[in-house]
C-alpha cells in the first residue's frame, strides 16, 4: 500500500525594500526601509534626525529616480536648504528639477486648543497636492510632535496617528517620521512607535567627553534586520553607518608575498616576507624602534612602485621625516613622487566613529597597497574597549576586503606579560612580531621575535634589533648557558670565542709543526737505513762474485794441473772414490 505525504513548502518572500543610499543603513536593514510603509526616526536633540530624514529624500531623488517631499513643522525651506547644504546636498537645485517639494508648515503650540472634533483633513489635502504635483515616491515629516504637542487626548492621538499612517500607506508612499525621543520612550506620547512598520532610534552620548552618535533598528515588521547598535557619522558627505556585522569573512586572499624592507627579517619569515593583503601587529615598549620598523614596510613599497598610506596618532609627518634621517631613510622623494602619504591627527581630535570614517576617505581617496597605523592604541582612549576592538575589527576587514597589507603599532606597558597586548587585537592580525627591551650589564637592547605568521614557515629564534646610521640590522642573539645575551655582553662574549678559537688554532698549528718535524726525523731515519741495508746488499753481492770468481778460477786451475801432468783426461775428469779392475773393466 503506497501512501503520498504532501509536503508543504513554505516559499519566503520578501519584503520590498526602499533602498536609503545612506551608507552602512542599507546593510543594517538589508536593502532599505520597507516601501511603502512608514518609518519612525526618533531621537533626541542634536542626533541626525532631520539629516537621516533629508539625505534619504535627496539619495532617493539622485541616486534611484524617486521623487520626494519633504514637510516641516519647524524649520522653514530657507533653513532647511541652509542646513543640509553643509553635506553637499543641493536642495535649492533639486526644487527647482522637482526632483523634491519643500513644504513648511506653521504650527504654533501657543495657538493651539482642543475645540471640538480634531482631524487632520487639511494636512492630507495640502500633503496630496505637494506628492501629485512631482510624482512623489518618499515623504518626510519632520516632526510628528509639531502636530499633537498641546492635545492632552490620547484617544484622539491615537486615532489621527493610526489614521495619518493609513493614508501614506494607502497612497503608496515610503514615508520617514520623525519624532523627539521620550524620557522613558521612544518618543514623547509613546504611541507612534506602535503604529509604525519600522523603528530606527538614533542616540547622542558622550563618553569621556567624547560625543558618539548611535543608530538602533528597534523594529522592522516582517523582516529581518540588524538590532545591534551601531555607531554613525555625520559628515561632509552625509550619514554613514559603521554596521560591524555587516562586514562577512569573505575577503579574497592572495598568495604572492611582499617584502618588509629588512632582509633579516624576511628570512625570519622563510626568505619572502608577508602575504599581501594580510594585517600584522608590531608590538614593543616605548622606544624599540616601532615607527622605524613600519617606515621600512612603507619604504618598500615605495620602492616596488606601490602607494603606501602612514597614519601617525603621536607625530607630524616633518617630525617623522626629520627623524628617519638619523638611521640613513630618506623619505622626501617618495612624498614627492606621490607614492608616500602621511596623515596625522591627534587620538582626541574626534571620536573612534570620525577617526575611522576619515581613515576610509583617505584610504578610498589615494587606494594606497600598504597602510600604517602608528600606534594604534592610541586610539584606544577614545572610546570603551568594546568600541575600541570593533573599530579596528572595521578596519582591518575593509582593508583585506581591498587587499591591503596593513600594519599596525602597538604601545605595550613595560611589566606585561610577553604576549599580552592591547584589546587583545593579536586574535585580529595574521602575524604578530614582537620588540622587547633586554636590560643587563648596564644597557638597555632591544631584541625581535616573530610571535605569529599564518600560512607561512618562521623562525622561532629571537634576533638582536640593532639600529644605526645606516640602518636596521638584525643579528643572531648569543644563547648560552646564562641565559641570552645582547649588546656589549654578546660583543665580550663573541670576542672570547674568538680568543679561545684563536689559541685553539695555534695548539693546532703548532701540534701539526711538531708532527711534521717528527715525520721528517722518521723519514730521516728511514733513509738511513735503507742506505745501510742498501750498502750490506751490495756487500753481500760482492762476496757472491768473489766466490763465484774462486770456484771458476780454482776449476781452471784443476785442469791446468792435470794437463801438466799427463793424465789422462778422462782419468782426470772420474770422480773420485773409482778405480780401474784388473781385467780393464769397470
Not at 597586548?421 to 632591544?446: K, T, Y
Amino acid at each position: 500500500m503506497k501512501t503520498n505525504h504532501n509536503k508543504a513548502t513554505t516559499l519566503a518572500v520578501r519584503l520590498p525594500r526602499c533602498p536609503t543610499g545612506i551608507q552602512g543603513l542599507d546593510e543594517i536593514t538589508g536593502g532599505g526601509l520597507p516601501r511603502g510603509r512608514p518609518t519612525l526616526v526618533c531621537g533626541g536633540a542634536g542626533c541626525g534626525k532631520t539629516l537621516l530624514a533629508a539625505e534619504f529624500l535627496v539619495r532617493g531623488a539622485v541616486q534611484f529616480g524617486e521623487p520626494g517631499v519633504f514637510m516641516a513643522f519647524e524649520e522653514t525651506e530657507a533653513e532647511l536648504k541652509a542646513n543640509v547644504a553643509s553635506l553637499g546636498f543641493d536642495l535649492t537645485g533639486l526644487v527647482r528639477r522637482k526632483k523634491i517639494a519643500i513644504d513648511y508648515v506653521h504650527v504654533e503650540r501657543s495657538e493651539l486648543q482642543e475645540c471640538g472634533e480634531y482631524d487632520l483633513e487639511g494636512l492630507f489635502v495640502r500633503l496630496n497636492h505637494a506628492i501629485d504635483s512631482i510624482g512623489a515616491k518618499r515623504v518626510v515629516l519632520d516632526t510628528l510632535e509639531a502636530l499633537f504637542a498641546s492635545l492632552p487626548n490620547e484617544a484622539i492621538l491615537r486615532a489621527e496617528l493610526r489614521r495619518l499612517f493609513r493614508w501614506l500607506k494607502d497612497k503608496g508612499v515610503t514615508a520617514v517620521i520623525t519624532a523627539e525621543r521620550g524620557r522613558e520612550q521612544f518618543t514623547r506620547t509613546g504611541l507612534e512607535e506602535y503604529v509604525s512598520d519600522c523603528v530606527i532610534l538614533l542616540d547622542h552620548r558622550v563618553y569621556d567627553q567624547i560625543a558618539t552618535r548611535h543608530l538602533r533598528v528597534v523594529k522592522y515588521r516582517g523582516a529581518l534586520h540588524g538590532t545591534n547598535e551601531f555607531p554613525f557619522l555625520i559628515g561632509a558627505e552625509g550619514i554613514s553607518v559603521l554596521p560591524i556585522t555587516s562586514l562577512g569573512l569573505n575577503h579574497k586572499i592572495s598568495s604572492e608575498r611582499i617584502a618588509t624592507g629588512i632582509a633579516r627579517l624576511d628570512a625570519m619569515l622563510g626568505g619572502r616576507g608577508f602575504f599581501r593583503g594580510s594585517s600584522i601587529l608590531l608590538t614593543g615598549t616605548p622606544g624599540t624602534g616601532k615607527t622605524i620598523v613600519a617606515a621600512n614596510f612603507a619604504q618598500a613599497a615605495c620602492r616596488r612602485g606601490e602607494r603606501a598610506l602612514f597614519f601617525s596618532f603621536e607625530e607630524s609627518p616633518n617630525q617623522i621625516i626629520r627623524n628617519l634621517h638619523s638611521i640613513g631613510l630618506r623619505l622626501e622623494p617618495l612624498v614627492k613622487r606621490d607614492l608616500l602619504r602621511f596623515h596625522s591627527a591627534r587620538p582626541s581630535l574626534y571620536g573612534l566613529e570620525m577617526h575611522l570614517a576619515t581613515m576610509f576617505k583617505e584610504i578610498a581617496r589615494f587606494r594606497p597597497h600598504v597602510v600604517v597605523v602608528d600606534p594604534i592604541t592610541s586610539l584606544m582612549d577614545a572610546g570603551t574597549d568594546s568600541e575600541s576592538k570593533a573599530m579596528v575589527t572595521r578596519l582591518i576587514d575593509y582593508l583585506k576586503g581591498g587587499q591591503v597589507t596593513s600594519l599596525f603599532t602597538s604601545l605595550t606597558q613595560g611589566g606585561h606579560a610577553l604576549q599580552q597586548s592591547e584589546m587583545a587585537m593579536s586574535s585580529l592580525m595574521d602575524s604578530w612580531l614582537l620588540l622587547q627591551d633586554f636590560e643587563g650589564n648596564g644597557e638597555r637592547n632591544r631584541v625581535l621575535y616573530v610571535l605569529k605568521a599564518r600560512g607561512m614557515a618562521h623562525s622561532n629564534q629571537i634576533r638582536e634589533f640593532l639600529i644605526s646610521d645606516r640602518g636596521i640590522d638584525l643579528v643572531d642573539a648569543y644563547i648560552g648557558p646564562s641565559g641570552v645575551l645582547t649588546g656589549a655582553a654578546r660583543v665580550a662574549q663573541t670576542a672570547r670565542e674568538k680568543a679561545e678559537a684563536l689559541a685553539g688554532q695555534q695548539e693546532a698549528a703548532r701540534r701539526q709543526r711538531e708532527l711534521k718535524r717528527k715525520r721528517a726525523a722518521l723519514e730521516q731515519q728511514i733513509s738511513g737505513l735503507r742506505s745501510e741495508h742498501e750498502a750490506s746488499a751490495e756487500e753481500l753481492r760482492q762476496i757472491d762474485e768473489q766466490v763465484g770468481t774462486q770456484t771458476r778460477l780454482l776449476s781452471t786451475e784443476r785442469t791446468e794441473l792435470g794437463r801438466l801432468r799427463q793424465a789422462d783426461v778422462l782419468e782426470a775428469a772420474r770422480p773420485p772414490g773409482t778405480s780401474k779392475s784388473k781385467n780393464g773393466n769397470s
